[in-house]
C-alpha cells in the first residue's frame, strides 16, 4: 500500500509544477467564510461505515476536542496544492464502472476514483502533513443538480472551506452553490452530525 500512495504522490508532485502557488499568492486568494451551523447527531453514511472496515487506521474512535486551522498564507497555498495535486491526479471513474457496486468509498490507489474517494485522499494527505483531523471533515451534500455528493470540508479561523473535485479553487462553503446535508463531527470522525438548515433527505454520494 506504501509503494501505491507514493506512486499517486510522485504523480501528484509531478502535476504540480505545471500549477504551485506561492504563499504571497495564497495570501491574496484568502477570503473570509461564514461557518456552517451543525447540529443534532445523523446517520452515517454505509459507505464510511464499510470504508472503515477495510481502513481500520483512517477511522480512529477516540474523541478529541474540536480544533480549526489556524489559517495561514503558507498553510492555505499547501492546502491549495494538495487539492490541486489530487484533482489533476485521479481519473473520474463511478463506483458502477469501477467496484461494479452502487457506493463504494475508498482511496483510491488505482489512480481512480468518485467523489467521496478524492476527498479521502486529500484528507489522509493533509492529516499526514500535520493539520488536525479535527478540522478536515468528509461532507455530504446535493449538487446543483440535486445529486449527492462528498466533498472535504476545511474547518478555520477564517471560517469554512471546500474542496472539491470538480473545481481546484478552494471556496467558501457558502458559495458552492450546493445544499449541505451532514457531515463529520470535529471531535470524532465516525459521529456524523446534520447540517442545519438541510432537508431531511438520503444522499448516496457515488456520482460525481
Known amino acids: 500500500m506504501r509503494r501505491l500512495i507514493g506512486t499517486i504522490i510522485a ?8 500549477s504551485m502557488m506561492t504563499a504571497p499568492q495564497a495570501g491574496a486568494a484568502m477570503m473570509q467564510a461564514s461557518s456552517a451551523q451543525v447540529g443534532r447527531q445523523t446517520s452515517v453514511p454505509y459507505g464510511w461505515v464499510d470504508f472503515c472496515q477495510r481502513y481500520r487506521n483512517q477511522c480512529p474512535d477516540n474523541m478529541l476536542p ?5 489559517l495561514n498564507p503558507s498553510d492555505f497555498a499547501e492546502i491549495s496544492r494538495v487539492n490541486h495535486m489530487v484533482n489533476q491526479s485521479i481519473q473520474p471513474v463511478t463506483d458502477e464502472d469501477h467496484w461494479h457496486k452502487v457506493d463504494q468509498w475508498d482511496l483510491p490507489m488505482d489512480g481512480r476514483g468518485d467523489c467521496e474517494d478524492y476527498a479521502l485522499l486529500k484528507r489522509k494527505l493533509l492529516i499526514e502533513k500535520g493539520f488536525p483531523r479535527q478540522a478536515l471533515l468528509i461532507t455530504v451534500v446535493r449538487d446543483e443538480h440535486n445529486e449527492g455528493h462528498a466533498i472535504l470540508t476545511m ?4 471560517g469554512d472551506f471546500v474542496l472539491d473535485n470538480l473545481h481546484d479553487s478552494i471556496k467558501p462553503w457558502s458559495r458552492t452553490g450546493y445544499r449541505f446535508i451532514k457531515r463529520q463531527s470535529q471531535q470524532n470522525p465516525n459521529v456524523w452530525v446534520h447540517i442545519e438548515g438541510a432537508a431531511k433527505v438520503a444522499v448516496v454520494a457515488s456520482n460525481n
Open 155 to 158: 474547518v478555520t479561523d477564517h
Open 11 to 18: 504523480s501528484m508532485i509531478s502535476v504540480a509544477g505545471l
Open 66 to 70: 474540536a480544533t480549526d486551522i489556524a
